[in-house]
């Protein structure tokens, strides 16, 4: 349900910007291909992924896609590994690890939920790379939520096989508010945030940038929740930030003393 919520969000905003939904012809076939990744299998995978493993611990597998997607956008895209992505990549890596710390012995207990986040990852970073790829006329709504309806076509018959249909009469005020939150800011908003973000930045310095939702969530769970925050946490929030510089901050800062020289 969240799928085609976020599917029809997105297609009228771009009918009410830019006054169309409707894609080049050229298009539809790259974006058929890059729904199978970005929606189908990331929502397929993790799916069965958080079914035999906890969610939290799941999540840490599935960011490891800036990884594959530095690997991919340098095979199919040409985009240089240099230091600085290599740098990022590695301390956005043990970031993650010290955020899991011992919980890494939950992955032994459940390798075929492993495989199937790592099958995520997979998934969303070449649905990363590939959106890049392609030379889009389409805005990044219309595009978005294209791939979004086309995946809501393939997820939502198999979910209601398997599934009851949620009775909407009982939710609660909190339930809907939360439900409203879903739709407006993950699927409508940060979808097409993403995206776009993938249009202006190479494709691994913007999948590098993902490795920041992980420790926001740890940090949003002490404000919101309560949860303690302790040394693993601030270690891993330290490292993340020092990947995102890294990639980020520092070539932008070389490149303007380069300008001025």
Not at 28 to 48: D, E, M, Q, R, S
Not at 147 to 161: E, K, N, R, Y
Request: overall charge positive; proline content about 5%; some cysteine.
């Amino acid at each position: 349900m969240s799928v085609s919520a976020g599917a029809f969000g997105l297609l009228l905003i771009a009918f009410l910007t830019n006054g169309t939904v409707l894609l080049a012809k050229a298009e539809i076939k790259p974006l058929l291909i890059c729904a199978i990744f970005n929606i189908v299998g990331w929502h397929l995978f993790t799916g069965y992924g958080v079914s035999l493993m906890p969610a939290g611990r799941a999540s840490i597998i599935a960011f490891t896609m800036p990884v594959w997607a530095a690997l991919f956008s340098n095979v199919l895209l040409g985009e240089p590994m240099t230091r600085y992505k290599i740098a990022g990549l590695i301390m956005g890596l043990a970031g993650l690890a010290v955020l899991i710390g011992p919980d890494l012995m939950v992955l032994k207990a459940a390798p075929l939920g492993a495989l199937f986040m790592l099958g995520a990852a997979v998934s969303w970073a070449i649905g990363t790379v590939l959106f890049k790829k392609y030379d889009w006329t389409s805005p990044v709504a219309a595009l978005v939520g294209w791939q979004l309806l086309v995946g809501a076509a393939v997820i939502t018959p198999g979910a209601m096989l398997l599934e009851a249909m949620p009775d909407l009469t009982e939710l609660s005020g909190r339930a809907v508010i939360a439900l409203a939150y879903l739709f407006i800011l993950p699927m409508v908003f940060c979808q097409w945030a993403y995206f776009k973000v993938v249009q202006l930045f190479p494709a691994a310095i913007a999948a590098i940038g993902t490795l920041a939702v992980p420790v926001l969530g740890v940090f949003s769970s002490a404000v919101i929740l309560g949860e303690p925050v302790g040394w693993n946490e601030l270690a891993a929030l330290i490292l993340i930030c020092s990947a995102l510089a890294s990639v980020l901050v520092i070539p932008a800062l070389k490149n303007r003393r380069a300008k001025k020289i």
